[in-house]
């Protein structure tokens, strides 16, 4: 890996998994559009780098100065894609619960809940992995966590 690689903290973004799974919850409560799309705005933000997500600014400022350094970083790029998929999920959402397919929006929501749950509870990112299994796929691989 080289150095010039950037690296993230990967408490950061499970900390931005928890809060979207909990605006997720919200959006499948209440059915509305507009939360799904403001989640999308999120992500649209984070994908252009991770470090921009207003839930990681958050965890920057008040949560990470109380932790210990992390044990390991892992690289951005899992994680930008990561934030792409989930665009897209809470897009799809956001266009259903708005046209009035609200079992369109439910679907995607609660795909993308699924999602930022899995990566909250267990550190499972499942963009992130499926960006490696591209990367594998296509000759290209690289590796999830680098030690500190």
Do not use: K
């Amino acid at each position: 890996m080289t150095p010039s690689r950037s690296l993230l903290d990967p408490r950061g973004p499970r900390f931005a998994a928890a809060v979207t799974a909990a605006v997720l919850v919200a959006v499948l409560l209440t059915g509305s559009g507009w939360l799904a799309l403001a989640q999308a705005a999120v992500f649209a933000v984070a994908s252009v780098h991770p470090r921009l997500n207003p839930y990681a600014l958050l965890y920057r400022a008040v949560i990470a100065p109380r932790l210990a350094p992390p044990a390991e970083l892992e690289p951005v790029e899992p994680v930008r894609f990561a934030q792409l998929a989930g665009l897209a999920f809470t897009l799809v959402a956001a266009a259903g619960y708005l046209t009035g397919a609200a079992l369109l929006g439910l679907v995607a929501a609660a795909l993308a809940l699924a999602a930022a749950f899995l990566n909250a509870a267990f550190g499972l990112c499942l963009g992130c992995e499926a960006y490696l299994v591209f990367r594998r796929v296509t000759g290209r691989p690289m590796a999830a966590r680098v030690a500190r």
